[in-house]
């Protein structure tokens, strides 16, 4: 029964390259069982295929290469539920972390598929809940600025897939929307879709108050809102509303995901109380 291979034997048993097994040798992790010191050929015995399983299990469990040669030189029992127990609790969070983004995709599939059911654009009033945000309050008119309170956004909760598949929106004064000034925003926000993870003590978390809201969507981004500020201001004063604070405006489909403008899709929404 053979009991040395070859480093190309053991590459094609265990269905790793060959660099990798010379690498493993050069830091010292899995050195050949003998070396010919003629020809410098590297020979492996059957009794190391065990440590070769060892070392591909641990970097399944994402384990470092020098944590798992330390572990190979220590080997004691204790090290290794040590070892063990710290990557049990890292893919725990990966875990927690991978659901988290899940229910972000699930949310944000949920809002584009019904963006492409509203063709009505149809003014309605809608209760919201308190909502927490991340909201950068300041005031800004060019797509630099509100790049660089994007970034902002993004260093706060660490994580740039909320920023790319989370609820990103701008403010107006209320002020200005009752002058009719629709091109100077007063702050970024990022709708927490966590908000338990999250208090309004922390640096730029605040809240939407729970209330009313005048809201209307259409096929169309930040250029065409005036427009559509008229028709809610309209609507509000036609009612019998009054409005009570800022008008908060997302650009739920724009030219980053359709090149197809009939697309595009905005929502505006005034909170509003009823003055009758």
């Known amino acids: 029964m053979n009991t040395k291979f070859t480093i190309g034997q053991m590459a ?9 097994l010379r690498y493993y040798d050069e830091i010292g992790l899995f050195p050949p069982a003998e070396v010919d010191p003629s020809t410098g050929y590297r020979y492996y015995s059957i009794d190391q295929f065990e440590w070769l399983d060892l070392i591909y299990y641990l970097k399944t469990l994402g384990v470092p290469l020098k944590e798992i040669k330390n ?7 204790t090290s290794f539920l040590h070892m063990l127990k710290k990557y049990e609790e890292i893919t725990s969070e990966k875990i927690t972390e991978l659901q988290r983004i899940q229910k972000q995709l699930h949310h944000r599939i949920t ?6 059911q509203d063709n009505e654009e149809r003014i309605h009033i809608k209760h919201f809940p308190k909502r927490h945000v991340i909201q950068i309050k300041e005031s800004f008119t060019s797509l630099y600025e509100l790049e660089q309170h994007l ?5 706060t909760v660490n994580k740039a897939s909320s920023i790319m598949i989370g609820k990103v929106g701008l403010t107006i004064a209320k002020t200005h929307v009752l002058k009719n000034q629709f091109d100077q925003y007063n702050s970024l926000f990022l709708l927490l879709e966590f908000p338990d993870e999250w208090s309004e003590g922390q640096e730029h ?10 809201c209307l969507a259409f096929r169309g981004s930040h250029e065409e809102a005036p427009y559509y500020y008229r028709k809610l201001l309209a609507y509000v004063q036609e009612h019998g509303y009054s409005i009570v604070g800022d008008a908060i405006e997302r650009v739920i489909v724009d030219a980053f995901i359709s090149h197809d403008r009939k697309d595009y899709y905005t929502e505006i929404q005034l909170p509003v109380v009823s003055v009758y």
């Open 12 to 20: 094609k048993l265990h269905k790793i390259p060959i660099k990798t």
């Open 205 to 214: 978390v605040t809240s939407f108050v729970e209330g009313s809201y005048a």
């Open 111 to 116: 809002e584009l598929e019904g963006t492409r």
């Open 151 to 155: 970034r902002t956004i993004q260093d």
């Open 71 to 77: 572990q190979l030189q220590s080997r004691t029992l």
